[in-house]
């Protein structure tokens, strides 16, 4: 199978690999998929004060496909609000990498693990906007 | 002619994938060139010399792939590799007796032209035993003695398995057919010319071969049809009438000689190449462990051909591994699959977990296999593994102390 140049790239030189601390609140982690399926990816970001995402990270077990869509969307997502980083779609993913047909559950899953980490996110910060508002 | 060390250009990978296929021996292909050009005649024609010769070759190949096994020259029958041999033997047994018996036993384990050739007549209305194996790849011989009943005509059992490289217990299978009046079948296409193998004394009525596992052509190969008792076969391929009418087709007089020049060089080197190879593989496992954690040799590793190694490098994706190891070329565990994304079924039949299953790696070492190659082999997966694994989140979770099995994944 011949893959694109970019994916081998992002395979060969994976952008962002690492953890944040994912106890801390202006973390949100996202850990998607299942061993036993070949593919987990863990994807988190961190959130500035001003509601940019200002760094991500990830962690995946899976194909070369698989750790390219992960890494190209902690690229992707930096910079920008949580909401415009939940718009990127498994089909921009797909294109950018030039998936294989039997590869496109690769960008699903980057994907899922964006919005996972997103939904972590926001629920921490509900949870400290609540427990704000019970102490006042 | 000298020893051959290095089949390979400098610019290829190094080739550890010999359960795939082997490059065809200098040795053979010599042998067969004349037969290409000058000695091209027809091996069945009788009325001139062209024939003659041609037919005087494919006899010779014939015997020497008849001693490989222990069998007579007139009990070996050319086809066109393993897997027609394998349709050839559970077909045309299975339909030249359907009146009397109509059951087969197998394994789970075994190649898919096998697990194929058995759906397809379980459609037809014939009874099939998958047989499980245990978790070293084996099969439990009490199970297959039970499984055997008076209604069962044929049991197919491989040799050696394709992808785990485990030897099946030949003689004892043999026996139990043998009290039981079933006749015995095996795949032999990794095996021949790897292990000694005796039709007699290990009561095997049909055993299938190929060429190009043992370096020889691909194209090629043969099936072993016992005389003594006469073992009746309906062919698949009707025609002229070659092969005692079981397989019609003019013979391909280059392939056949390639096929018996094989069989007779895997003969005379065997005991040397056998014990070459367990050092290389000894060799590679030592070199892994050393510098790895967590790895593991899937299937038994006494009961098994030297030139097989089947690990599972944990938390690592095996076809992320695969990618990275560019100077390598090996196998992925779904060794026949691996366009589609599910684990081996073979591993999955030994009961190792799928996520287990999804990091494995088949590494063949063959004939022209140095122990340079398996150093520089080890070198890169070492490296490569230990890379993935500094990516890989299963791993992370491994060192934290965190069980992956407690963990609900959401399957997809």
Known sequence: MAYSEKLIDHYENPRNIGSLDKSSEDVGTGLVGAPACGDVMKLQIKVGPDGLI????????GCGSAIASSSLVTEWVKGKTI??????KNTDIAKHLALPPVKIHCSVLAEDAIKAAIADYRAKTTKKDEAQQAAE | MTAITQIRRNDQ???????????VDPRVLEAMMPYFTHKFGNPHSRSHSYGWEAEEAVEKARAQVAKLIGADEKEVIFTSGATESNNLAI??????????????????????????????????????????VQK???????VLRAAVTDKTVLVSIMAVNNEIGVIQPLAEIGKICREKKAFFHT????????????????????????????????????????RKPRIRLVPLIVGGGQERGFRSGTLPTPLCVGLGEAAEIAMKEMDAESKRLAKLQARMLKGLNAKLTDIHVNGDLEHRIPGNLNIGFAYVEGESLMM?????????????????????YVLRALGVEEDMAHTSLRIGLGRFTTEHEVDTAVDELVHHVNKLRAMSPLWEMAQEGIDIKSIEWAAH
């Not at chain 2, 990978?13 to 490059?23: C, E, G, R, S, V």
């Not at chain 2, 194929?116 to 037809?124: F, G, I, P, S, V």
């Not at chain 2, 992925?332 to 994304?341: I, M």
């Open chain 2, 136 to 142: 070293n790849g084996l099969i439990d011989l009490e």
């Open chain 1, 83 to 88: 909401d415009e980083a939940e718009t990127i």
């Open chain 2, 324 to 344: 990275g190891i560019k100077g390598l070329s090996v196998s992925s565990g779904s060794a026949c699959t691996s366009a589609s994304l599910e684990p081996s």
């Open chain 2, 187 to 226: 795949d032999a296409a990794q095996a021949a010319g790897k292990i000694p193998l005796d039709v007699e004394a290990m009561n095997i009525d049909l055993m299938s071969i190929s060429g190009h596992k043992i370096y020889g052509p691909k194209g090629i190969g043969a099936l072993y049809v016992r």
């Open chain 1, 54 to 61: 200002e760094d991500a990270k990830f962690k995946t077990f």
């Open chain 2, 13 to 23: 990978p190094i080739y550890l994938d010999y359960q795939a296929t082997t490059p």
């Open chain 2, 91 to 132: 077909r045309g047994v299975a339909e030249f007796y359907k009146d009397r018996k109509n059951h087969i036993v197998t394994t789970v384990t075994e190649h898919k032209c096998v697990l194929d050739t058995c759906r397809h007549l379980e459609q037809q209305g014939f009874e099939v035993t998958y047989l499980p």
